[in-house]
């Protein structure tokens, strides 16, 4: 959206600014005036009409590529003995963007959680390293998780950890030149 504001936004300048410029750099121009008006006017009624409402339509577009449409933000919910406790799901999903670090054979790691009737459903989308031995390492990661959440979240109805690995990046090999040296 906001490359499609942009777009329009840069369309609307360069256009108010070809035509200011016009004006200013002509010599002539209360003749381009005139000869502008007479244009229009000499147009038939529904053309005026409908270049009028494409102006308000373009400016209106414009405007509603710019506004901001936030998302209600997702909380973890959970009770304990004390009460009710909500976690933003965003903080939770920056915080398990650190399990990257603790995995060697990660090259690259998306996270996304889901809340549905109470239970946390947490999916990790991951790149790894050729030669990784992906089985062991999932469940590796799959405990991990599950670790963390109950560390930091406490008692959580936790449904389940996915794990989709979509990439293995194979290592960089070295030139011939430089094995023989």
Request: glycine letters at 6%; charged letters at 20%; a positive charge.
């Amino acid at each position: 959206m906001k490359a499609i504001h942009f777009t329009l936004g840069l369309i609307l300048f360069l256009s108010l600014a070809a035509a200011g410029l016009a004006l200013i750099v002509s010599p002539a121009y209360p003749q381009y005036l005139q000869a502008a008006h007479d244009y229009c006017i000499g147009l038939p009624p529904w053309a005026r009409v409908m270049v009028g409402v494409a102006v308000l339509f373009y400016v209106f577009i414009y405007l509603l590529a710019g506004l901001r449409w936030r998302r209600q933000p997702t909380f973890i919910t959970f009770e304990n003995e004390n009460g009710t406790v909500s976690v933003n799901a965003v903080a939770v999903q920056d915080y398990l963007d650190k399990l990257k670090d603790e995995f060697a054979a990660v090259v690259w790691m998306k996270n996304h959680l889901r809340v549905q009737r109470g239970a946390l459903e947490v999916g990790l989308a991951l790149g790894v390293r050729e030669g990784t031995r992906i089985p062991e390492m999932c469940k590796l990661m799959q405990v991990r998780v599950r670790e963390i959440l109950e560390e930091h979240l406490g008692t959580c109805d936790l449904r389940g950890v996915s794990i989709e690995v979509n990439e293995i990046r194979a290592r960089k090999k070295r030139p011939a030149a430089a094995e023989t040296e």
